[in-house]
């Protein structure tokens, strides 16, 4: 696995009241194409954004391994379907906290 793209957000509207600000990596393994962020007032955390099924991915634990190891990363976040947003994963498990 390699981190082939990093690009600075800075999601920012004052008026509306959010202040988002990270980074969106694209990371390559192989075939495998994975959309990761980070937010600068979350160190040590990843969100997962694509693909969108990582909870049943036989590929989590390759990704998991890598964030922790290239990233520094101590909380993974995936999307769980059965509520509809994103929740944290166990690192040693990959189940849902």
Do not use: H, W
């Amino acid at each position: 696995m390699k981190i082939e793209k990093v690009d600075r957000f800075d999601d920012v509207d004052y008026d509306a009241g959010y202040e988002y600000r990270g980074f969106n990596y694209l990371i390559l393994g192989g075939v495998d194409e994975f959309f990761v962020r980070t937010y600068d007032d979350e160190p040590g955390g990843a969100m997962v954004l694509r693909p969108i099924d990582m909870a049943t991915s036989t590929r989590l634990r390759t990704l998991a391994e890598f964030l922790q190891t290239e990233l520094e990363v101590t909380a993974i976040y995936i999307y769980k379907g059965e509520i509809g947003s994103y929740a944290q994963v166990d690192l040693e498990s990959l189940q849902f906290c």
